[in-house]
């Protein structure tokens, strides 16, 4: 099975953080929320083994505030 | 406050210039004692150019300010003669840890690589670098350093400088063929002539508390992003020499400077993360706010700026001074040989174009580091704290964590005073990039290749040499006016008086400038490669070393 790549894999880490930090100036928030989910979609097309998705899926939904909640 | 410094002073000194009927006339100028300026005459005086110094205050810099100092910074010091006081008196460290919370996230080793004369980084308050400079300068017999002389006026133009310069017993002028400009990041003369450092101020302040303590804590870089003993905030510690320590406290923009620097509002902030057993007395406190920016263009007719006074960087990244003396080592050498007769005016303007591309490098990392810190909107706080959050678990996310990159040497790759590559190199130093050191038996005794190299161009040869080829290229050196330094390694078929003889006996300067069997470096004063081949043909060295003295340069740059 695939396995998603938790290592750095990016060509340049502070290039992608100040591009993503620059698309989202001075938006509002509704257009911050559009420009993520968009971003989200082209990223996992660009994936596409389904497996791999639903290993980053299940990261991202570990969210803190929720663990917190549960207990 | 209780100080484990005291600041010396300088006396003033009347000049003879101020009694004369003309204004005197000085071939270099520099406007400014701090780091930039004193380096920039030393560097001159390394190529026998006479500069007076001018400066507005009678002593070094007032509190720690600028204390950590990068290898290169330290290369370059110990080329001007006072690299190995900072070494001694400085703190080493190469160890960072980034810490998120009460969990330590991520750590660096800055330099894990062996065979370095000096260490990735020491810190070292700004006045003991400053002192040690101010030191070394009076060694010298072509600097003329002058307390308590401001400058308050320059008039410029193609033809050279006129300086109106106060002191307490009235005004006086001088001229100058140039005039080098380093003054700091406000500087005066800068805007007196109607010139600007464009860029973005950030809306966020940082409290800086030196506190002296006996603590043993190990000397490595602390950084806390929403630290748990200062909630939301980020708090950098780190260990200067005489057991005073840097805490770099982020306050917010809403703080209030005049209160956040009272004793009383500090002491409960460094209780918080110390302990309220800790023993420590305060050694000097500041807020600050910054910016990054530069000037358009660093040279203005035959005005140079140099250090803050042209670009201007948070501190996050260590790239201020350090920025500072990158500079200077640009500029120093291309200005003697402009005034030697040796180059066209027109390497001057190189002194903009790869320093330009320093500071914008500079600004860059800064900026980024401090975007990372400091978000500018709810948004890219999620993305942030989501990142800091991932990176305890997930090493991808620890690329992303960015608490500074810390300043690495400047490399100029498309400089015009490259010579690129025809030969085949699987590595080593491309044209362009400072000479890594490398441990070297015979020579001068020092052991290091970099005491070898630098103030004038060198070619370092590897392999057969011929010595008639040798003497080819040293005549067409002589007719440029350049010296040349030729250092043979590991050479043993030819015996010139004029040659330096170096044993790679470890190896790690073959495997560092991929020497093989055979190989030639051309190396500028600077100690940057300028052009390298495999086999040694003096014609071809001799159209490098035109073309690094700018025989290339369009003459319409020149204007």
Known sequence: MSTLNLDSNFSDADAFYAALADIHRDRTPEASEQINARLILLLANQVGDQAILEQALAIAGQIDSETDHDK | ?559
Not at chain 2, 62 to 88: P, W
Not at chain 2, 231 to 238: A, D, F, N, V
Not at chain 2, 239 to 254: E, H, M, S, T, Y
């Open chain 2, 1 to 559: 406050m209780p100080t484990s410094y005291v600041n010396p002073e300088y006396p003033y000194q009347h000049s003879p210039d101020q009694d004369a009927q003309l204004p005197t006339h000085h071939p270099v100028i520099i406007a400014g004692g701090g780091p930039a300026g004193l380096a920039a005459a030393m560097d001159l005086a390394q190529q026998g150019v006479r500069t007076v110094v001018l400066d507005d205050n009678n002593t070094v810099s007032v509190g720690s300010r600028a204390i950590c100092i990068a290898k290169r910074t330290l290369e370059i010091c110990d080329r001007y003669g006072c690299g190995q006081a900072m070494l001694d008196k400085g703190v080493t460290w190469h160890l960072g840890k980034v810490y998120f919370g009460e969990e330590q996230i991520y750590e660096f080793n800055l330099l894990p690589e062996e065979d370095h004369k000096v260490p990735a980084f020491i810190n070292l308050q700004q006045y003991y670098m400053e002192e040690y400079m101010v030191k070394r300068c009076m060694e010298m017999p072509e600097i003329e350093l002058r307390w308590l002389h401001k400058v308050t006026a320059v008039n410029t133009d193609d033809s050279g400088t006129k300086v109106t310069v106060h002191t307490s017993e009235g005004d006086y002028t001088l001229s100058c063929d140039y005039l080098l400009v380093a003054d700091g990041a406000n500087s005066h003369i800068r805007s007196s002539l109607g010139l600007e450092s464009k860029g973005q101020v950030f809306e966020d302040r940082f409290l800086i508390a030196d506190i002296i303590m006996k603590a043993d804590f190990p000397a490595e870089r602390r950084f806390w992003f929403d630290a748990p003993f200062h909630p939301g905030q980020s708090t950098l510690l780190h260990k200067q020499a005489d057991n005073v320590w840097r805490i770099d406290f982020q306050l917010g923009w809403d703080a209030d400077p005049e209160e956040e620097k009272k004793l009383e509002n500090i002491r409960p902030r460094v209780e918080a993360m110390l302990g309220k057993d800790m023993e420590w007395e305060l050694d000097w406190a500041s807020v600050y706010t910054f910016r990054c920016r530069k000037m358009d263009s660093f040279i203005h007719h035959r005005v140079f700026f140099i250090g803050d006074a042209a670009h201007q960087v948070s501190p996050f990244g260590a790239r201020g001074a350090n920025g500072a003396l990158q500079g200077v080592d640009n500029l120093g050498w291309k200005l003697a040989a402009v005034m030697q007769g040796r180059a066209p005016e027109s390497l001057l303007h190189t002194y903009d174009t790869e320093r330009q591309h320093g500071a914008k490098e500079n600004i860059l990392h800064s900026t980024r580091a401090t975007d990372f810190m400091t978000p500018k909107n709810n948004i890219t706080k999620v993305f942030r704290d989501t990142v800091l959050d991932l990176s305890r678990h997930y090493p991808f996310a620890r690329a992303l964590v960015n608490s500074g990159r810390l300043s690495k040497p400047c490399s100029y790759p498309s400089s015009p005073l490259n010579t690129l590559d025809s030969d085949n190199f699987g590595a080593g130093v491309e044209p362009g990039s400072p000479c890594p050191d490398a441990p070297v038996g015979g020579g001068n005794g020092s052991g290091w290749l970099l005491n070898h190299i630098g103030n004038r161009f060198g070619i370092l040869l590897k392999g057969e040499v011929d010595s008639n080829k040798l003497d080819h290229l040293v005549n067409s050196a002589n007719a440029l006016g350049q010296a040349l330094d030729l250092i043979c390694i590991d050479t043993a078929d030819i015996q010139r008086e004029d040659a330096v003889y170096l044993r790679d006996d470890k190896g790690v300067l073959n495997q560092r400038y991929d020497l093989g069997a055979s190989a030639v470096y051309l190396i500028r004063p600077d100690q940057h490669v300028a052009a390298r081949w495999r086999h040694f043909d003096p014609e071809a060295v001799a159209a490098a070393l035109r073309r690094a003295l700018g025989s290339e340069l369009a003459t319409e740059q020149a204007a």
